[in-house]
Every structure is written in structure tokens, then in C-alpha cells.
């Protein structure tokens, strides 16, 4: 498991470098307890001045979560299959609270879990290959990894979205987001990494690398995604957007009607509240969401066409939004009682 994620001190650096190139640096839960225990030792340790986070291989810095790995697990017993996101919610929520720089190192595919070891860091820097995207509700899921809190925070609806549409943003676009707040070409990031092991602040060594990106296409549909996804219901969006009648909106209408529909009515709910809700509480939303979606239909539903069969055509059930009810809505936000998800559980307070 430590050849899956590799840890190291440099000068004042601690270094995590995710080392799974040929799954794209997707998380297990084994990667993420290890780095959370390695963030706890750090935190304590006055050599550590900086944590960075990166990843091997050309084409992502990670993925997300290993997808394939829950749908087995959660085929054999859901609740094996809810360790990992516990697991998972806590790092995001160690990384949310770390009490030094924790800078990541962004390049080519940034998704889902890969977003929730990087977006909650006091430095997100983004080079010209980065691809960001929330896909979760193509798979019959919702974007968790903290989703709730840093979605609704993106300017305007912006986080709605990329939300519902599952729309891959490139670097100028992550920036203008605010996913990411700076931008390092990729020829320069060892550079800036050697720098930080000077003991220098990440602040002030970026002084010297971050470079300002260029235009954000993500600007000239700014106007149009404010005023179509402000409504309140995605049925509401989608009668918004056919309503609009231009061909941006005909598209982006026609993608958020191949996702899951409740994934979709769930999402809509979770970023609603998420706006008024603590780092911590949304995580804890999140998790009673995620265990009713794991003794569900749709998550493995959409794994299956994605990943398994990868016949793109997945049977979702309910398969129209008229179908999901409000009480099945409900349900997914339910409290878990004893089963609540613990970000510090007893022996790590």
C-alpha cells in the first residue's frame, strides 16, 4: 500500500505524492488513512513548515475515488463499502482544518476525490493541463468529498453548474472558478517545489512563480448561468434553460438529462443547504447521503454502464425527475442516529 501513495520530508516540505499512474492516482481507503495519519504526524512536527500533494503520470493528478473497487464492495455489503467514504470525509475534513500550508499541485484530470485532497488546501495551483470536473451524477451519485461547503461558495451558480451538467472546466476556467488560485506552468513546479523547501511561505514563493492565466471561456456564459440555474428546482432549470431556446442551452439542458434523476434532485437539495451549512456539517450531510446511496439502485447502475459494461446506457430508476417524489428526496438527508458520520473519532482528538 505505501507504493500507492509515497511520502516524504524535503527541507521543510512534507511531500505526498499519490502513485497510482495507471488508475490515474485514484484513492483507495488504504491511501486515504495512511495520509491522514501521515497529515496528524506533520501537523505536529516544527521541521514541516509546508505539506504539498501531487501526483504521478502525465495524465491526472487523481481521479477520484477507485470506483470500480466501491462497486464490488457495495455489491457485497454496502456497509464495507460506506468505510471507504468515512475514511475519505475525514482526511477532506483534516485537510479543510490543516493548521499549515497544504498545497497542491494540480495537472490533468482533477475529479471527485481528487478534488476533496485539493480544493479544501490554503494553495490550490493549477498548470495549462488541468482538466476539473464534479461527474458524480453520470454515476448515479452526488459530488461529496465536501462538495456541499465549496460548491455553493464558487461565484454565482457557477457550482450548480458543474453540479448538475457535470461540465469539465480546463485551467483558465478553474481559475476564474476559484477551484484553483494560481497558476504555475508545468515546466516551472519542481522549481517552486525546491523553493518551498527552503522554509520560504508558499505566499511568498508564489510571488515569484504564479503567472496569470488566460482568458476564461467560463466568462461569456457567466450571465447565463446566473440567471438559469438561480431557480429553485432542477425542473425549474431545465424549463429555464429549454425556455432560453439557444444552442449553449439546448446542450447543457440535454446533459443534465442523461444523469440519474434523483442524483440530480439530491444534488439540487445538498448545494441548497450547503450554502448555510458549516465545513463540518455538510460532510456530515454528505454521509448520510452517501449511505442511502449505496443500498440504492442507480450508483451501481451507473458504474456498471460507465465502467463494467461501458455501454453508456444506463437504466435509471426512477428514470424521469416527474418519478422522484419528494419523500424519496428526504430520505437521502435522513439522520443516521448512531451511525452519524465521526470526523474525530475517539483516540484522535
Avoid at 501526483?55 to 456497509?79: H, M, S, V, W
Wanted: with cysteine; hydrophobic share 40%.
Amino acid at each position: 500500500m505505501t507504493e500507492e501513495v509515497l511520502f516524504e520530508r524535503r527541507g521543510a516540505v512534507g511531500l505526498i505524492t499519490l502513485n497510482r499512474p495507471k488508475a490515474l492516482n485514484a484513492l483507495t481507503r488504504e491511501m486515504c488513512i495512511a495520509m491522514k495519519a501521515k497529515l496528524d504526524e506533520w501537523a505536529g512536527d516544527e521541521r514541516v513548515k509546508t505539506v504539498v500533494i501531487r501526483g504521478t503520470g502525465e495524465r491526472a493528478f487523481c481521479a477520484g475515488g477507485d470506483i470500480r473497487a466501491l462497486y464490488e464492495a457495495g455489491k457485497r455489503d454496502p456497509a464495507s463499502a460506506l468505510n471507504f467514504y468515512r475514511d475519505e470525509y475525514r482526511l477532506n475534513a483534516t485537510i479543510k482544518h490543516y493548521p499549515k500550508p497544504y498545497v497542491a499541485l494540480l495537472h490533468g484530470i482533477v475529479m471527485g476525490g481528487g478534488v476533496g485532497v485539493s480544493v479544501h488546501g490554503s494553495h490550490r495551483i493549477a498548470d495549462q493541463s488541468v482538466v476539473f470536473a464534479m461527474p458524480e451524477t453520470g454515476i448515479g451519485m452526488f459530488p461529496d468529498v465536501g462538495g456541499s461547503y465549496f460548491l455553493p461558495r464558487l461565484p454565482g451558480e457557477i457550482g450548480m453548474y458543474v453540479a448538475l451538467t457535470g461540465e469539465r472546466l480546463k485551467s483558465a476556467d478553474v481559475l476564474y472558478a476559484g477551484v484553483a488560485n494560481h497558476f504555475v506552468p508545468a515546466q516551472q513546479t519542481e522549481t517552486l517545489l525546491s523553493a518551498l523547501e527552503e522554509g520560504t511561505s508558499p505566499d511568498l514563493v508564489l510571488q515569484s512563480f504564479a503567472e496569470s492565466p488566460k482568458e476564461a471561456p467560463l466568462a461569456n456564459t457567466r450571465e447565463s448561468i446566473d440567471r438559469l440555474f438561480s431557480e429553485d428546482s432542477v425542473e425549474g432549470i431545465l424549463a429555464a434553460l429549454d425556455a432560453d431556446g439557444d444552442e449553449w442551452a439546448k446542450a447543457v439542458a440535454a446533459a443534465i438529462r442523461r444523469k440519474s434523476p434523483i442524483s440530480s434532485k439530491i444534488t439540487f437539495r445538498q448545494l441548497r443547504e450547503g450554502r448555510n451549512l458549516s465545513f463540518d456539517d455538510g460532510m456530515r450531510m454528505e454521509f448520510r447521503m452517501v449511505s442511502h446511496v449505496m443500498r440504492g439502485h442507480d450508483f451501481y447502475e451507473g458504474v456498471r454502464a460507465a465502467i463494467i459494461d461501458k455501454d453508456g446506457a444506463p437504466q435509471w430508476h426512477p428514470n424521469t425527475l416527474a418519478q422522484v417524489s419528494s419523500a424519496a428526496v428526504k430520505e437521502y438527508f435522513r439522520p443516521l442516529g448512531s451511525h452519524e458520520l465521526d470526523l474525530q473519532p475517539k483516540g484522535e482528538r
